[in-house]
């Protein structure tokens, strides 16, 4: 039960600092700006994303997702994080480190978003860079992956800019927006 508490409580334990963002893992309270940032942004991220539910915005839809993340977190395969601005503690976006794999893998993939007033304000470098090291540093993993698609430039500069390399091509990687899209794979290995 302890492992809930990140998502219930109302001072959350984990909180990862970033230069200019910090990251926490979502609350029962984040719920308003978060379907108020979504909403906003909704035709800017839903070319890149899954297909939104009919719902996906509800209260009840909310509590569902903190529920998935805490499971997720409680066997330590997924790391979820909102991702705010520090000056003024406004919600900018998300960012989650999943498909946690030990053993002789000791890897994860990272998915991010961030809502579109946010952009290209330098907040999702912060938010990567600092997961980065979450995540060799906090939790000793030797790789990160993560995907895009060929036409999401923005992610791709991002991703180069953080450190990750280019590893290849996945034809009708994820299923986004309804259909099935390649996607460019990187990946970062941990220095030495």
């Given at each position: 039960m302890s492992v809930l508490l990140p998502f219930l409580s109302p001072r959350p334990r984990l909180r990862l600092q970033g230069r200019a963002v910090y990251l926490r893992p979502p609350m029962q309270?984040?719920?308003?700006?978060?379907?108020?940032l979504r909403s906003r942004s909704r035709a800017f991220l839903e070319p890149w994303e899954p297909t939104w539910p009919e719902h996906d915005l509800s209260r009840a839809a909310f509590r569902a997702r903190l529920a998935a993340y805490a499971r997720e977190l409680e066997l330590g395969e997924a790391y979820p994080f909102f991702i705010f601005r520090r000056e003024d503690d406004a919600l900018l976006g998300a960012i989650r480190l999943f498909h946690v794999r030990r053993g002789v893998s000791l890897t994860g993939t990272i998915g991010y978003?961030?809502?579109?007033?946010?952009v290209r304000q330098g907040h999702m470098a912060d938010a990567v860079e600092t997961l980065i090291r979450f995540a060799f540093h906090g939790l000793g993993l030797h790789r990160l992956e993560a995907a895009c698609m060929p036409e999401n430039h923005a992610s791709a500069a991002l991703l180069a800019k953080c450190g990750f390399s280019e590893e290849g091509y996945a034809h009708a990687?994820?299923?986004?927006?309804g259909a099935w899209r390649d996607h460019r794979l990187f990946g970062l290995v941990a220095p030495e």
């Open positions: 309270r984040d719920y308003a700006p978060w379907a108020a978003w961030l809502g579109e007033p946010y990687y994820l299923k986004i927006n």
